[in-house]
């Protein structure tokens, strides 16, 4: 019988990422409330097999609640892309973002978020020429 977690799709994929201290605290309280999740997992089921909720699950109930609040849908895996896209036109390193988000190398990264790169490099461009109209002004 399996038991556990199958491999991962490649070493970048097994992680460890910095989260705030108030997300920090909810997952505490959450681990706190369900003393038989050992494995102190976020989607973690005890009815389930494998002790996870299902990717489909996750996302029936995510819908459900956006729903509840009237807010448009959005699948996990859309959440993730919306992190990446956020932390990328904060300016946050391409090379931080492709490691937190486990890609295989940057490549990765560019090819999916390529018209993000794109916005940003134009206000670079931007920045760049008003940068130099006011260095010109003071000389």
Do not use: C, W
């Not at 681990?31 to 997992?41: A, D, S």
């Not at 190398?105 to 461009?125: C, F, G, P, V």
Request: proline share 3%; hydrophobic share 30%.
């Amino acid at each position: 019988m399996h038991k556990g977690f199958g491999p991962t799709k490649n070493i970048q994929s097994e992680r460890v990422i910095l989260i705030d201290s108030k997300t920090m605290q909810t997952f505490k309280k959450l681990f706190q409330t369900t003393p038989t999740n050992i494995h102190q997992l976020v989607f973690y089921s005890p009815k389930s097999k494998y002790k996870v909720i299902s990717n489909g699950n996750a996302n029936k109930l995510l819908r459900k609640i956006l729903s509840d609040f009237g807010i448009n849908p959005i699948s996990f895996h859309g959440l993730r892309h919306t992190h990446a896209s956020i932390l990328l036109y904060k300016k946050i390193s391409i090379y931080y973002v492709s490691e937190r988000l486990g890609h295989k190398d940057i490549e990765t990264t560019l090819k999916y978020y390529a018209h993000i790169i794109r916005e940003l490099r134009e206000a670079d461009e931007q920045g760049t020429a008003q940068t130099f109209e006011e260095m010109r002004r003071y000389s």
